[in-house]
C-alpha cells in the first residue's frame, strides 16, 4: 500500500512539472559544475545581447552598411533568441537537458565564428540570427538542467547564483564590446564567445548527469 502511495505521489510531482525521477547525484561534486556551465553558456547570450550595441558604428564602417542594415545586426539575434526560447525548452525536456545545451553551445560558437569572418553586413545579419538559435537553448536549457539537478532545498540558492551572474554579465557587455573595439576589433566581440564555448562543452561532458522528462510534450503539441 506504501508503494502505492508513493507512486501516485511520484506521479502527481511530474504532471505538476516538477523535474522527472533521475538516479541521485552527488550534488556536492558536481554541483559547482553544473553552476559553471550554466553560468558560462547563459551569460554567452546575454553579453552578446548588448554586447554589439557598443560596435554599430565601427560595424557600418567597416561593413559599409546603412543604419537600418547594421541595426537588423541587433535585430535578428533577438528576434530568433525570443521566438524559439520556448521550443529550445521544450527541446531540452523531450531530448535531453544535457544534450540540448551542448547543441545550443557549439550552434552558439559556430555562428560567433561566422560572425567574426562576416565579409558584409547580410553575412553578420545571418549568422547573428543563428546566434538566436543557438541562444534559445542555453537560457531555458541552464535553468531546467539546474531545476533538475539540484534538489529542491538547495534549488533556490542556485537558481539565485545562475540570476546574479546574468545579471552582472548583462552589465559587462557594453563595457567589454567598447573595450574590444577600441583596443582590438569588433570582430573579438564574437571570437571571445569561442574559449567560454570549449570550456561549457567539456564541463558538459566529464560533470553534468542527462536528464529529461519522459512525460513532457514539444511545444505547440497541446
Not at 21 to 27: C, G, N, Q, S
Not at 59 to 71: G, H, I, P, R, S
Not at 77 to 89: C, D, E, K, P, T
Not at 94 to 118: D, E, N, Q, T, V
Request: glycine content about 10%; aromatic content about 10%; hydrophobic content about 50%.
Amino acid at each position: 500500500m506504501a508503494g502505492i502511495s508513493q507512486q501516485l505521489h511520484n506521479d502527481k510531482t511530474q504532471l505538476a512539472g516538477e523535474p522527472a525521477a533521475r538516479p541521485p547525484i552527488d550534488i556536492k561534486k558536481v554541483g559547482p559544475w553544473i553552476l559553471l556551465a550554466t553560468i558560462l553558456g547563459s551569460s554567452m547570450v546575454f553579453i552578446d545581447s548588448s554586447v554589439v550595441n557598443v560596435a554599430l558604428p565601427r560595424l557600418q564602417t567597416d561593413l559599409n552598411a546603412t543604419a537600418t542594415q547594421v541595426q537588423w545586426v541587433v535585430e535578428a539575434y533577438a528576434l530568433f533568441l525570443s521566438a524559439l526560447i520556448l521550443v529550445g525548452g521544450s527541446l531540452g525536456d523531450s531530448f535531453g537537458r544535457k544534450r540540448i545545451f551542448a547543441i545550443g553551445i557549439a550552434l552558439f560558437a559556430a555562428a560567433s565564428i561566422g560572425c567574426g569572418f562576416s565579409q558584409n553586413v547580410t553575412q553578420l545579419i545571418v549568422t547573428r540570427a543563428l546566434q538566436g538559435v543557438g541562444g534559445a537553448m542555453l537560457t531555458p536549457g541552464s535553468l531546467s538542467i539546474i531545476r533538475a539537478a539540484f534538489p529542491a532545498h538547495q534549488r533556490g540558492r542556485a537558481i539565485g547564483m545562475w540570476s546574479g551572474f546574468s545579471a552582472i554579465t548583462t552589465v559587462l557587455g557594453p563595457l567589454l564590446g567598447g573595450w574590444l573595439v577600441q583596443y582590438a576589433t569588433w570582430r573579438w566581440i564574437f571570437f571571445i564567445n569561442i574559449p567560454l564555448a570549449i570550456i561549457v562543452l567539456i564541463v558538459l561532458y566529464w560533470r553534468v548527469p542527462e536528464s529529461r522528462n519522459a512525460r513532457a510534450k514539444m511545444y505547440g503539441q497541446g
